[in-house]
């Protein structure tokens, strides 16, 4: 049912475009995904993070994803996003997950290196692929100096020597970019020139983690209608395209789908008081979300590839 992280990032690297990892936390989120990706006719990569697994339960949240692979019919990965523990990869691989990311970027590097490994034994025996990262996704405040950069960034001879002895099938680094809708005071500032050395070293595909654009059209529709996120900032579309075209070739989205939602909910609920079939309430979002996919789609470039 699910392709491998592995085929899917391979030809995407070799065509020069990247593939939207999504995260999934329930049915109308996985749809508008799914939706996208068959509307677009994009591959595309389904994430579930260990607090969606708790949130939703694994086997509602895999059913959901397998019923939205099947129905999208494009390459689908079923992806791990940041399992942290050894039983967080062992339970996904044996539940029939395609791709898991081992997060031990806490780690200090040999150790990051010895479970890492451990894990792509582990998956690999399945046919499972593996993601892991190096260099910490810290928020970065303001200007950073250059060893404030090489203290938390990504090390581009650590990271062929961590590809190397480990044989992930996919590295996610740290170039400036962090989680969640607050990312940078001021101007965007990612390091791409460290992205480019550490291409040139790993030869792997090379994955974007806090790559939401937090666009201000969101943000100001949240905002009508209640929220209050005041100095939220993503990182913008050209820089995005840049990454790719440096060897990123995973590009991770969910707050924008988060922001996305909340603020065609807050949009129903404010204009139509009156109203409580929820239906009338997640369906709009789910429109909402699917709109957004598909423009992620044609900006990473995986339009019309699967
Ligand atoms: O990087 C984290 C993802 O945005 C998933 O977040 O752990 O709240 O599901 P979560
Ligand atoms: P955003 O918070 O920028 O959407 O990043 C999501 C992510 O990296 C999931 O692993
Ligand atoms: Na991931
Ligand atoms: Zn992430």
């Known amino acids: 049912t699910f392709a491998t992280l592995k085929e899917v990032l391979d030809t995407a690297k070799a ?3 990247g593939v939207g990892a999504f995260n999934i936390n329930n049915m109308e989120i996985a749809k508008a995904i799914g939706n996208a990706a068959k509307e677009e006719k994009s591959p595309v990569i389904l994430a579930v993070s260990p607090s969606a697994i708790k949130y939703a ?26 399992g942290t523990e050894f039983k967080d990869c062992v339970q996904c691989i044996r ?3 395609s791709s898991v990311m081992y997060d031990g970027s806490k780690l200090p590097f040999q150790e990051n290196i010895a479970m890492t490994k451990k894990i792509v034994e582990f998956a690999h025996a399945a046919g499972v692929s593996v993601e892991a990262e190096l260099g910490k996704l810290a928020g970065v405040e303001g200007h950073v100096s250059v060893s404030e950069k ?9 990271a062929k020597i961590f590809v190397e002895q480990t044989g992930v099938d996919a590295l996610a680094v740290a170039i400036g970019t962090s989680h969640g809708a607050f990312k940078f005071k001021g101007e965007a500032n990612l390091d791409f020139e460290r992205l480019q050395k550490i291409e040139k070293l790993v030869g792997i595909p090379i994955v974007l983690h806090g790559a939401s654009g937090v666009p201000k059209e969101v943000l100001e529709k ?4 209640g929220a209050k ?3 939220a900032a993503g990182v913008p579309n050209d820089a995005i395209q840049k990454a790719i075209s440096l060897g990123v070739a995973k590009i991770n ?11 065609a909910i807050r949009q129903v609920l404010t204009e139509h008081p009156e109203e409580f079939d929820p239906r009338k309430i997640f369906g709009p979002a789910e429109e909402a979300m699917k709109e957004v996919a598909k423009g992620k789609m044609r900006l990473f470039g995986s339009s019309g590839k699967a």
């Open 222 to 225: 949240a905002a009508k209608y």
């Open 15 to 17: 065509g020069k475009y």
């Open 150 to 158: 090489d203290a938390i960034f990504t090390n581009p001879e650590e």
């Open 95 to 97: 539940h029939g997950w």
């Open 57 to 82: 339960g694994i086997e509602y949240i895999y059913e959901i994803a397998r019923v939205t692979a099947v129905k999208s019919k494009v390459p689908t990965v079923l992806h791990l996003d940041h």
């Open 253 to 263: 989205i969910d707050t924008d789908i988060r922001l996305t939602m909340t603020a």
């Open 229 to 231: 996120l005041p100095g």
